[in-house]
């Protein structure tokens, strides 16, 4: 038998298990059974009628709840039942705070743990109000180019004849005159002086990680972000210049418009403002952007590929961005990027959990073995390509180790594969290299 995720089973009680009870309690609630083995058999508990008595006063003082303590038995054994109930309010143990994700118990700290207990108090990260921003931290621009935006979209409130800090106010980022922390990553003029690192940091990369060739790094407001990152892109990474405003295109062979954006726009939106910069990753075959943060409990990423429930990391931000029809709330952005790569003919992208985030990856050209069989390749020159997608380049002597083939048996291969414009040659006589065309 296997645990359930809201489900332990113990042999005998020790103190700690009250970290379990805090995991449920902060959870969906569950149950510990004291007197359990790991494969759910019941073992028996001698102190069963004393650990009755003792854990519903020891719960309550530790934790502040109250739980359901239950004597119960089977076969003429005794263990027990301790049903934990969801709670609204956090709970804690000594100062900790303790959450059940999956099957696991997890102490939260950091920025799990902010954004856990605002999620309690019934609000959200971008929900919060910024003391000491006045308007003169808002970037006036920002909000023309935001408007401008949103003139094409048909979903602004009217607007008209209202001063900034009245458009703020309808956009619900400014209460009472006061701002919320959504207006300073919107619109601030400088949100890094607030929050670290929001930023893009964009890098060329060859082949392996390690292989940086250079960086770029563009800071700003959301809307500022939007604009200027797609341009950074077109002047220094992208072999051919792309059309950002043309969301529509498809570029046989180049990376998708619509993929692109959306990429970018789903890491803005559901970035976890506290954490780590943005990471935009161009290679020769392939860009990837990360951004710290896992996905929103209930959602899996296997979902994503599907028509799948809105559940974003900032909702008023997100709001904004409806608004300005930079994003639709219905969580079709995924599908977005998976749709224009597939009619794009390109190879599926992929959304996985990567170092504590979301790492996106779409690739550039038709470089997969399907694709390759389809245009003739044999087995070696495939197994060849896909050497040079994770190396960066190969040799003749690499290729005829690779496939144990003889010297004229590689140069024929790879004269084909640099003819169909797969690899390019580089290099001169015994320095002679081939990487991706």
């Given at each position: 038998m296997?645990?359930?995720?809201?489900?332990?089973?113990k042999?005998?009680?020790?103190?700690?298990?009250?970290?379990?009870?805090?995991?449920?309690?902060?959870?969906?609630?569950?149950?510990?059974?004291?007197g359990?083995n790991?494969e759910?058999?019941v073992?028996?508990?001698a102190?069963?009628r004393?650990?009755?008595?003792?854990?519903?006063?020891?719960?309550?003082?530790t934790l502040?709840?109250?739980?359901?303590?239950?004597?119960?038995?089977e076969?003429?054994?005794?263990?027990i039942?301790?049903?934990?109930?969801?709670y609204?309010v956090?709970?804690?143990?000594?100062?900790?705070?303790?959450?059940?994700?999956?099957?696991?118990?997890m102490?939260?700290a950091?920025n799990?743990?902010?954004?856990?207990?605002?999620?309690?108090?019934?609000?959200?990260?971008?929900d919060?109000?910024?003391?000491g921003?006045?308007?003169?931290?808002?970037?006036e621009?920002?909000?023309h180019?935001f408007?401008?935006d949103?003139?094409?979209?048909g979903?602004?409130?009217?607007?008209?004849?209202?001063?900034?800090?009245?458009?703020?106010?309808k956009?619900?980022?400014?209460?009472?005159?006061?701002?919320?922390?959504?207006?300073i990553?919107?619109?601030g003029?400088d949100?890094?002086?607030?929050?670290?690192n929001?930023?893009v940091?964009?890098?060329?990369?060859?082949?392996?990680?390690?292989?940086l060739k250079?960086?770029?790094?563009e800071?700003?407001?959301l809307?500022?972000?939007?604009?200027?990152?797609?341009?950074?892109?077109?002047?220094?990474?992208?072999?051919?210049?792309i059309?950002?405003?043309?969301?529509?295109?498809?570029?046989?062979g180049?990376?998708p418009?619509?993929?692109i954006?959306?990429?970018?726009?789903?890491?803005?939106v559901?970035?976890?403002y506290?954490?780590?910069?943005?990471q935009?990753?161009?290679?020769?075959?392939?860009?990837?952007?990360?951004?710290e943060?896992?996905?929103?409990?209930?959602?899996?990423y296997?979902?994503l590929?599907?028509?799948?429930?809105?559940?974003?990391?900032?909702p008023?931000?997100?709001?904004?961005c409806?608004?300005?029809?930079?994003?639709?709330?219905?969580?079709?952005?995924t599908?977005?990027?998976?749709?224009s790569?597939?009619?794009?003919?390109l190879?599926?992208?992929?959304?996985?959990?990567?170092?504590?985030?979301?790492?996106?990856?779409?690739?550039?050209?038709?470089?997969?073995?399907?694709?390759?069989?389809?245009?003739?390749?044999?087995d070696r020159q495939?197994?060849?390509?896909?050497?040079v997608?994770?190396?960066?380049?190969?040799?003749?002597?690499?290729?005829?180790?690779?496939?144990?083939v003889?010297?004229?048996?590689?140069l024929r291969?790879?004269?084909?594969l640099?003819?169909?414009?797969?690899?390019?040659?580089q290099g001169?006589k015994?320095?002679?290299?081939?990487?991706?065309?």
């Amino acid at each position: 038998m296997e645990e359930k995720q809201n489900i332990e089973w113990k042999s005998s009680w020790h103190n700690d298990y009250l970290k379990w009870i805090c995991g449920f309690a902060n959870a969906n609630g569950g149950t510990i059974y004291i007197g359990k083995n790991d494969e759910g058999i019941v073992v028996g508990l001698a102190d069963a009628r004393e650990l009755l008595e003792i854990l519903p006063n020891k719960i309550r003082d530790t934790l502040g709840i109250v739980c359901d303590v239950n004597l119960q038995t089977e076969h003429g054994l005794n263990y027990i039942e301790i049903i934990t109930k969801p709670y609204s309010v956090p709970v804690s143990l000594r100062g900790r705070y303790y959450y059940r994700s999956g099957s696991v118990k997890m102490e939260l700290a950091g920025n799990e743990l902010n954004e856990f207990l605002l999620k309690k108090a019934g609000k959200t990260w971008d929900d919060v109000i910024e003391e000491g921003v006045s308007l003169a931290d808002i970037d006036e621009q920002s909000v023309h180019q935001f408007l401008k935006d949103g003139d094409l979209s048909g979903r602004m409130p009217d607007v008209n004849g209202l001063s900034v800090l009245e458009i703020l106010d309808k956009l619900r980022v400014v209460k009472d005159g006061k701002f919320k922390r959504a207006a300073i990553i919107l619109f601030g003029k400088d949100p890094n002086r607030f929050y670290p690192n929001v930023q893009v940091k964009i890098g060329r990369f060859t082949g392996k990680d390690e292989d940086l060739k250079f960086q770029e790094i563009e800071e700003g407001n959301l809307v500022q972000l939007l604009e200027n990152v797609p341009k950074q892109l077109n002047r220094n990474f992208l072999t051919r210049l792309i059309d950002f405003k043309g969301l529509q295109r498809i570029e046989k062979g180049e990376y998708p418009v619509a993929a692109i954006r959306e990429m970018l726009l789903n890491a803005l939106v559901h970035k976890n403002y506290m954490g780590s910069t943005i990471q935009l990753r161009v290679y020769d075959n392939k860009i990837t952007i990360w951004n710290e943060g896992n996905l929103p409990e209930g959602l899996s990423y296997e979902a994503l590929k599907r028509t799948h429930s809105s559940l974003p990391r900032n909702p008023i931000i997100a709001d904004v961005c409806f608004k300005a029809g930079y994003i639709d709330t219905w969580g079709r952005g995924t599908l977005k990027i998976f749709n224009s790569c597939r009619e794009a003919e390109l190879p599926e992208p992929e959304i996985q959990p990567f170092d504590g985030g979301v790492l996106v990856t779409i690739y550039k050209d038709f470089l997969n073995e399907t694709q390759l069989k389809k245009i003739g390749l044999n087995d070696r020159q495939i197994k060849a390509v896909a050497f040079v997608k994770e190396n960066g380049r190969i040799t003749n002597n690499e290729y005829q180790n690779l496939n144990d083939v003889s010297e004229r048996t590689a140069l024929r291969d790879l004269d084909e594969l640099t003819s169909k414009s797969i690899l390019k040659k580089q290099g001169e006589k015994k320095g002679t290299f081939y990487e991706l065309g």
